[in-house]
Every structure is written in C-alpha cells, then in structure tokens.
C-alpha cells in the first residue's frame, strides 16, 4: 500500500517542539489556531485533493474582498456561521468579548510584575482566541507579545499593551456590529 501521509497539529509554533514533527519523519504541519480554509489546504497538500477542492469549493464570500487592515476577516465569521447557527456564533463572540478582556488584564498584571512566564501564556491564549474570531491584528500583536516573552525573555511594555487594548476595544465594537 501507499504510505499515509502524517501531518501533525500543534499549538507550538516557535522553539524546539515547533520542529519536533521533522524529526518524526512526518509530512507536514498545521498550526492552532487554524481555520477551515487552511486545513482543507493541508488535507489537499498530503492526501486527499479531490475532498478538499470540495470542502474550498463555491462562490467567494464578500468578505474576502476585505482591506487588509480590516480589524475583522469575514471570512473567519463566516467560517463560524457555516459551523453553527447563529446563536453558536453569537455565543462564541461574547465569549471572546469577556475573555479577551480577562486575557489583557492578565497580560496587564505580568507586565507589570515582570513575570514572563505568565506573559507568555496570557499572550499566547489571547493570540488564539483573538485568529479563531478573525481579530487577527490582535492576534498578530499578542504573537509578538509571546515571542518577545518566551524567546527574548522580556516583558511586553504597558505603551505596547494599551496599544493593543484600544485595537481590541474597537474589535469589541465591529463583532457587536457584526453578529447580532
């Protein structure tokens, strides 16, 4: 028989566990958080290309034709809609809401008490939460929250955190606006 692809699933994505699926021998990586769009380009990638054409397949969402800098990517919402209904949606956004807010009050405290550790993964959940709802400006920003914390062992500066805490204030607002 052929051989199976493997493709690992992590949530590691700098340091030495980011490349330990290498040394495993395994085809590829998918990196958490990830969206449907990109798993259903690794599924095409190492094994099935006929399933994941149409799992991609159907009119492009306004929401692709987006700026770059739009504080949400649509397609990310639509995504979720097409998961859920839009209770489950609405659900998943308010949690978002209350728990990025719980996220920077967090990464508020280990700023101020230099504490890295809890930096790092107070920065890491935020930067989850904030790709799985299309915040990804938020995302891209507590990224470098983490990687400063748990590569360069540094605290990310208040300046840098209440930058961050007026972009997501404004990405409270558009998901207010966006999902009912």
């Given amino acids: 028989r052929p051989r199976t692809p493997v493709v690992a699933l992590t949530a590691h994505v700098i340091g030495t566990a980011a490349d330990a699926w290498r040394e495993a021998d395994m085809d590829g990586i998918l990196h958490k958080p990830f969206t449907l769009a990109k798993l259903a380009q690794c599924i095409e990638a190492h094994a099935l290309r006929v399933a994941a054409s149409a799992l991609t397949a159907g009119p492009v969402s306004p929401a692709a034709a987006e700026p770059e800098a739009a504080l949400i990517d649509g397609a990310v919402l639509d995504e979720l809609r097409s998961m859920g209904s839009d209770a489950v949606v609405a659900r998943i956004v308010g949690l978002y809401r209350s728990q990025s807010l719980e996220q920077v009050r967090e990464l508020v405290e280990a700023s101020r008490a230099r504490n890295v550790e809890a930096l790092g993964r107070?920065?890491?959940?935020?930067?989850?939460?904030?790709?799985?709802?299309?915040?990804?400006?938020?995302?891209?920003?507590?990224?470098?929250?983490?990687?400063?914390?748990?590569?360069?062992?540094r605290a990310a500066s208040m300046e840098a955190i209440e930058a961050m805490t007026v972009e997501l204030a404004a990405v409270h607002q558009e998901l207010a606006r966006r999902v009912a």
């Fill in 122 to 153: 107070a920065a890491h959940a935020l930067k989850s939460m904030s790709f799985n709802v299309g915040a990804a400006g938020v995302a891209a920003k507590a990224a470098e929250f983490e990687r400063s914390a748990r590569m360069d062992g």
